[in-house]
């Protein structure tokens, strides 16, 4: 693992090796951390911290330290979530959670075509109206025609046996 953790007893038996394994025996300096048995993994050695993205979730949150990038909140909504890239791409802020912006882009695509598709469809249904409408005058009218003819007929062509 590293140069500075190594096994118990690795400068004995080359077999074990240079990487760790925690040392569990009942009698065990290492284990014990007696000083000059070796260095003991543990939490104080950590290097130190790299800086954390910034959690975005409103406009303001892009005005803090960005230095280290944002990470785009999982409550913001698609429509914000794109509202926040474009602020950020013209800061110069680097997004670390992509997909989320990925994804806002293609759910806005679907919502378009969804207004699109609506519009169409309430387009053809005004001209079906129209049309049903227009066929609907038409009859009338032929009706009245017919009846008309009927009325203008009916003395010429005499089946009453006058």
Sequence with gaps: MSKRFKTQDSHRYKKLGTRWRRPV???????????GAGLKVSIGY???????????????????????????????????????????????????NRKKVKRAKRVE???????????????????EE??????KKKAELDAKKTSKEKAAEAPLNPKGGK
Excluded: F
Excluded at 130 to 135: G, I
């Design 25 to 35: 025996g009942w009698q065990s300096k290492m284990r014990k951390k007696k000083g």
């Design 109 to 127: 695509k679907n919502i378009q075509k969804n207004k699109e598709k609506k519009i169409k469809e309430e387009k053809k249904k005004k001209e």
């Design 46 to 96: 950590g290097t130190p911290g790299k800086p954390l993205p910034v959690v975005v979730r409103t406009e303001a949150d892009l005005t803090k330290d960005c230095k280290s990038g944002i990470l785009i909140a999982s409550t913001v909504g698609a429509k914000k979530a794109k509202m926040l890239a474009e602020k950020a791409a013209e800061l110069n802020i680097v997004i670390l």
């Design 130 to 135: 129209k049309k049903a409408e227009e066929a």
